[in-house]
């Protein structure tokens, strides 16, 4: 029998942070897509709360080898802290950005900082690599993890924000590049997080990305899973919607082309499945245990092929002068 959580059993009985859970009042029909929203991204929310305190470092085989799978050479992960890797990525954006020197990059949901550390190094100390994430345990880490660099050594020329990649505590043009690491896909408002990034770019500013995006429909039982969405696969949008909502608000010479990587790579990680690290084991807000996230979707994998349905993507956009 399936254990699966679906998404509209999440927006029903709230996150464990949701009035509705242990007795709150539910929320009203007419807010249900906000409510879906909201609950959607607590547990979102919770389970990368959960990965930040997991441990996981490129100290660990699989999280090295999931990392090195995506595109990061053995070399760029040894010249960051090992605990800013925790197997969470879906491509390596830094090593199509074409930083240079002084410029401003900013990473949407940085989370312990691999981007941002990997963009310090190329933007140098003129430049200023920004690191934005809406978990504060990840915010957390990451600043730990700048006071230990390269031989042990703050990083001068990096910042982390608390704050969610749809409403970005940045000024209009202000960066000159933007790059995202599978984050995109668990935003609820991809619209508004293109329009932040077209906001916060210079005229001329570029995106690199990397991301999953589907090839086709994803089969129901997948499309409505929470563990689907956490695991960076439910919450995805088509190729063509990337392109579409990207040109929409305005980028130039956008372009979405799939990697080309074997999304199954994350299970090289012990007890991960998809594109975020083991829950904790206590997701109740009630006191109870319940089933893993990732084991929910280790089982929905065992029947489907993710390969088939979605694929990392490389996102690719201009900001017209």
Do not use: W
């Amino acid at each position: 029998m399936s254990t699966t959580t679906n998404l509209e059993t999440t927006a029903r009985t709230g996150s464990c942070c949701a009035p509705s859970c242990c007795g709150g009042e539910e929320k009203s029909s007419s807010s249900s897509s906000s409510t879906k929203a909201e609950a959607v991204t607590a547990v979102v929310r919770e389970q990368y709360a959960g990965a930040a305190r997991s441990g996981l470092s490129s100290d660990v085989a699989g999280v090295r080898a999931v990392a090195e799978a995506f595109g990061y050479s053995p070399q760029e992960l040894d010249g960051i802290p090992a605990e800013a890797n925790m197997g969470l990525s879906c491509g390596n954006p830094t090593a199509f950005a074409s930083l240079r020197p002084g410029e401003t990059v900013v990473d949407l949901g940085c989370g312990g900082g691999m981007d941002v550390f990997l963009a310090a190094q190329k933007i140098g100390p003129a430049g200023r690599a920004i690191g934005i994430d809406m978990t504060p345990e990840m915010i957390a880490l990451a600043k730990k993890n700048a006071q230990g660099g390269p031989g042990r050594k703050p990083v001068g020329n990096v910042e982390f924000h608390l704050a969610s990649i749809d409403a970005l505590p940045l000024a209009d043009g202000s960066a000159d590049c933007v790059i995202s690491n599978c984050v995109i896909n668990l935003a609820p408002d991809k619209r508004a997080v293109f329009r932040e990034i077209f906001r916060v770019l210079k005229p001329g500013g570029r995106v690199a990305v990397s991301d999953i995006a589907l090839k086709r429909p994803l089969p129901e039982e997948l499309e409505t899973s929470i563990a689907a969405y956490v695991g960076c696969i439910a919450g995805a949008i088509t190729i063509a919607e990337y392109r579409e909502g990207l040109a929409a608000v305005g980028f130039d010479a956008v372009d979405v082309m799939d990697g080309g990587s074997d999304l199954n790579a994350y299970t090289k990680v012990d007890g991960q499945s998809g594109c975020c690290s083991p829950a904790p084991q206590d997701s109740s807000c009630c006191g109870g245990s319940t089933e893993s996230v990732h084991a929910e979707l280790g089982e929905l994998l065992r029947r489907y092929d993710v390969n088939a349905y979605a694929a990392s993507v490389k996102v690719y956009a201009l900001k017209p002068r």
